[in-house]
């Protein structure tokens, strides 16, 4: 009986170890944006894990230093998985220019084939292919609940204009038009809303191919204005042929600033019609906010323009990409808190930087100094102060300001606890009686979530918040409180610190 019993065991161990085996992702990562789930943390692959053994933060090319590969980046997505994030965006993972190139390893954003990986990203301790490697990263990331994103660039290396000068804009001396202030790249040709470039149109069909292959979850589209939405349009009905949850999250926002030199700036609406499934709101000018009423009047103005549509669009809150400053350096820890619990307490999709969870300020010693090595035709170290290093070999993200890492691990778990109230809930803002004190409440099945916070991060802020029909008695939870607020009369009177958030929830009661 003993020895049945094992066999039964035994064989029981088998077919689940072969159910786990065989089982296969399934991609939820549209479903979990439309519905303001998705906890996002853009990562830049080839820091993501490098290793700096000597510490002076450049990665040299030896048998002890490694920059960040697919491979060694495995053993940081259990770290990820402990964050409570749920989806990696990873910044361009495509072969890049070495021609007319920023930085001793080239912006990942100069792309000089859209169909082949970056060989930077390539291990070679292992026999395995490119492809393999890129498949084993995002299996690994899947197997842990997290869904992968890749960056879509929007324009191409000079390496790409000279294999393929027809698919560029030209000047009037028939030179490649530059895009804004990027020196390294040059701008599509894309066509225009009627007749979009075909041949520009195969290129980013063949990086689409490319992250099916792969089993990407889906992408964002950087700086999508410079093309028709036609274009979009056909393109991602394309990639939904293959799978239908695919995101496609815009590179665009409420500002909609035009590149300088492009002939086209498709608006966010018309991206969203096109089929994006998001974009960045608002949220790219929170750094500009000086008053509260400004904040909140741009909320107010975003939700309603969602609710207007037939279809169902969200937002991501991209407060700090790695586009801008790092939150430290640009107005101190109380920012980086903030930025964390408005991404936990808004109807909208979390985003971070990685780096930013860890008080990184992206300032390195070395920046714009002679290098000895390089893999581009620049042999200078190109970095811009105080963002993260896209250009060269340089170390991963810091991640030793203790005090924000737990600050975000609360704010991602309170998020996840809390979904419901985030996707279906009622969204009201709050009056306040002091310009610098925000506040609005989230009511969802009896129970009320109150966010409260001072946009002045360096006076105190003291006043009082308006809960209409608000009865003292009711059981009220403090989430995150340094100095209670006195509840009495309807209202909330508050005291708040430089740049701090209050946050509670109040039972039996919603607005």
């Known amino acids: ?78 770290a990820m998985q402990t964050y409570g994030i749920n989806t990696l965006l990873l ?23 859209f169909s082949k990986l970056n060989p930077q990203l390539i291990s070679d301790k292992t026999a395995m292919t490119d492809i393999e490697q890129a498949k084993k990263f995002i299996r690994e990331a899947h197997n842990r609940n997290i869904r992968v994103m890749v960056d879509l660039p929007a324009f191409g290396a000079y390496d790409l204009y000279l294999k393929r000068p027809e698919l560029f804009v ?21 066509g225009t809303e009627e007749a979009y470039n075909k041949d520009v149109y195969a290129l980013y069909q063949d990086f689409i191919d490319l992250m099916i292959e792969l089993e990407v979850d889906g992408v964002r589209a950087c ?34 600033t035009p590149v300088v030199n492009s002939q086209l700036n498709t608006t966010a609406d018309k991206l969203l019609d096109a089929g994006f499934d998001g974009y960045y709101g608002p949220f790219d000018e929170f750094k500009n906010i000086k008053d509260a009423k400004t904040f909140t009047t741009q909320i107010s103005d975003m939700l309603d323009k969602l609710k207007k549509r037939s279809d169902k669009k969200a937002v991501v809150a991209a407060i700090a990409t790695h586009d801008d400053i790092s939150p430290v350096l640009a107005k101190g ?23 930013n969870q860890g008080g990184d300020n992206f ?5 714009n100094k002679k290098a000895t090595e390089s893999d581009t035709d620049d042999m200078q170290y190109f970095v811009n102060r105080g963002k993260v290093d896209i250009y060269n070999f340089s170390r991963r993200a810091a991640t030793s ?40 409440a989230t009511s969802y099945n009896r ?8 946009l002045n991060f360096s006076s105190f802020a003291r006043g009082e918040v308006k809960l209409p029909r608000f009865d003292a008695e009711k059981v009220t939870i403090p989430v995150k409180i340094t100095e209670p607020p006195l509840l009495e009369g309807g209202k909330l009177s508050v005291s708040l610190n430089p740049g701090e958030v209050q946050i509670l929830i109040i039972n039996d009661y919603e607005l």
């Not at 786990?20 to 479903?31: C, E, I, M, Q």
């Not at 439309?34 to 820091?47: D, Q, Y």
């Not at 300032?363 to 920046?367: L, T």
């Open 447 to 454: 129970s009320t979530i109150v966010t409260m916070g001072n």
């Open 1 to 78: 009986m003993k020895k049945i019993a094992a066999l039964l065991i035994g064989l029981l161990f088998l077919s689940l170890n072969a159910a786990f085996a065989d089982r296969v992702w399934v991609n939820d990562l549209r479903t979990r944006f439309l519905n303001n789930s998705a906890i996002i943390m853009e990562i830049n692959p080839r820091t993501f894990n490098a290793h700096d053994n000597d510490g002076d933060g450049l990665i040299k090319k030896s048998e002890t230093e490694e920059s960040g590969t697919f491979l060694n980046g495995i053993s940081r997505l259990d």
């Open 223 to 256: 700086v999508p204005s410079t093309k028709p939405a036609s274009f979009w349009k056909d393109l991602i009905v394309y990639s939904r042929k293959n799978d239908p949850q695919f995101l496609w999250l815009a590179q665009a926002s409420d500002s909609n």
């Open 363 to 367: 300032v390195y010693s070395w920046g």
């Open 401 to 440: 300001n203790q005090i924000l890492m737990s600050e975000y691990v609360m704010s991602n778990q309170f998020k996840r606890y809390f979904s419901t109230h985030m996707s279906a809930g009622a969204f009201n803002i709050l009056k306040t009686s002091h310009p610098d004190i925000f506040a609005y």
């Open 170 to 190: 030209k000047d009037a001396g028939g030179e490649p038009v530059i895009p804004g202030s990027w020196s390294d790249v040059r701008l599509f040709n894309a």
């Open 333 to 355: 820890t109380a920012y980086s808190i903030m930025q964390f619990w408005l991404n936990a307490t808004l109807p909208v999709n979390s985003f971070v930087l990685d780096g």
């Open 91 to 113: 910044m361009p993972i495509n072969q890049l220019g070495k021609i007319k190139a920023l930085g001793t390893a080239g912006s990942l954003y100069a792309v000089a084939d």
